[in-house]
T-cell receptor, first 116, second 110 residues
Framework: DTAVSQTPKYLVTQMGNDKSIKCEQNLGHDTMYWYKQDSKKFLKIMFSYNNKELIINETVPNRFSPKSPDKAHLNLHINSLELGDSAVYFC???????????????FGPGTRLLVL | GENVEQHPSTLSVQEGDSAVIKCTYSDSASNYFPWYKQELGKRPQLIIDIRSNVGEKKDQRIAVTLNKTAKHFSLHITETQPEDSAVYFCAATAGNQFYFGTGTSLTVIP
């Protein structure tokens, strides 16, 4: 049931620190995503990688930098953390279908980030 | 780009009643419409999906309908149970991107 895994599950840190969140999927999917979910529960897309190439980069501060070392991993590094970065961050993955459209997304368990 | 609107934002129903959540989308190229359920403190999980070549799909107490002409799709839950209480998200996909609705918080009152 841990097809998409994230570490750490909880992250409490001080403003100004730099932190990383790791994501791995063992589903053989070719596309991976990072979402931010705030207290209002909106799921906001941040980044999307297809076969290690960045394909979506929404309006996100450049303090956030994704890195995809291979198709199974998409890590998120955050510099100079701010109070407003506190949220739950979800990694997800999906597969490109035979017709070119996307198949179902599978989400990781989330990383609860609290910036003090 | 695509714009997905979801209504209502909150919904309370008595146990055993039906619940309906509606979503509209703007991009006629969208061709895949999944619905996700997110329980408190958990990850969103797929509960049902529909593709643009199908008008309706049912899985036990859950059904989804799609009206491509009007660009809207709906989630129907019948005989609701307390364990159906959660936040439900609709989504539409166009190309590589998933566009999520803003979520509906469903409460089933025993």
């Amino acid at each position: 049931d841990t097809a998409v895994s994230q570490t750490p599950k909880y992250l409490v840190t001080q403003m100004g620190n730099d932190k990383s969140i790791k994501c791995e999927q063992n589903l053989g999917h070719d596309t991976m995503y990072w979402y931010k979910q705030d207290s209002k529960k909106f799921l906001k897309i941040m980044f999307s990688y297809n076969n290690k190439e960045l394909i979506i980069n929404e309006t996100v501060p450049n303090r956030f930098s994704p890195k995809s070392p291979d198709k199974a991993h998409l890590n998120l590094h955050i510099n100079s953390l701010e109070l407003g970065d506190s949220a739950v961050y979800f990694c997800a993955s999906s597969r490109t279908g035979t017709s070119g459209g996307m198949e179902t997304q599978y989400f990781g368990p989330g990383t609860r980030l609290l910036v003090l | 780009g695509e714009n997905v609107e979801q209504h209502p934002s909150t919904l309370s129903v008595q146990e055993g009643d039906s619940a309906v959540i509606k979503c509209t989308y703007s991009d006629s190229a969208s061709n895949y419409f999944p619905w996700y359920k997110q329980e408190l403190g958990k990850r969103p999980q797929l509960i049902i999906d529909i593709r643009s070549n199908v008008g309706e799909k049912k899985d036990q107490r859950i059904a989804v309908t799609l009206n491509k002409t009007a660009k809207h799709f709906s989630l129907h839950i019948t005989e609701t149970q307390p364990e159906d209480s959660a936040v439900y998200f609709c989504a539409a996909t166009a190309g590589n991107q998933f566009y999520f609705g803003t979520g509906t918080s469903l409460t089933v009152i025993p």
